[in-house]
Nanobody, 121 residues
Framework: QVQLVESGGGLVQPGGSLRLSCTASGNIFSFYVMGWYRQAPGKQRELVGITRSGGSINYADSVKGRFTISRDNAKDTVNLQMNSLEPEDTAVYYC???????????????WGQGTQVTVSS
């Protein structure tokens, strides 16, 4: 059973920074993709950014230049450094991973429980 646990959310003023972390535990053979999504009240969940096992990274246009994803494959962690935060960044942030638990196993997607980020003065 794979579990993703996020940490690092909280309240920050506009222009401030936060760092989110996500650690995977359980039976993990390989994650092809790890990344972050967010969901604001009344809105659909949207992509923030993802990193692939080959090293490529993609960001949503709304966070480019402000947010940075980093990944530690040895520790099965993915981090999200958020700078120059805006009130529009307020949302629950979810960690996501796609991979296989065993060699040759089925590709499965996993979600964390979410962590609240609130940007307000």
């Amino acid at each position: 059973q794979v579990q993703l646990v996020e940490s690092g959310g909280g309240l920050v003023q506009p222009g401030g920074s936060l760092r989110l972390s996500c650690t995977a535990s359980g039976n993990i053979f390989s994650f092809y993709v790890m990344g972050w999504y967010r969901q604001a009240p009344g809105k659909q969940r949207e992509l923030v950014g993802i990193t692939r096992s080959g090293g490529s990274i993609n960001y949503a246009d709304s966070v480019k230049g402000r947010f940075t994803i980093s990944r530690d494959n040895a520790k099965d962690t993915v981090n999200l450094q958020m700078n120059s935060l805006e009130p529009e960044d307020t949302a629950v942030y979810y960690c996501n991973a796609i991979g296989i638990a065993t060699f040759g196993g089925r590709v499965t997607g996993y979600w964390g429980q979410g962590t609240q980020v609130t940007v307000s003065s």
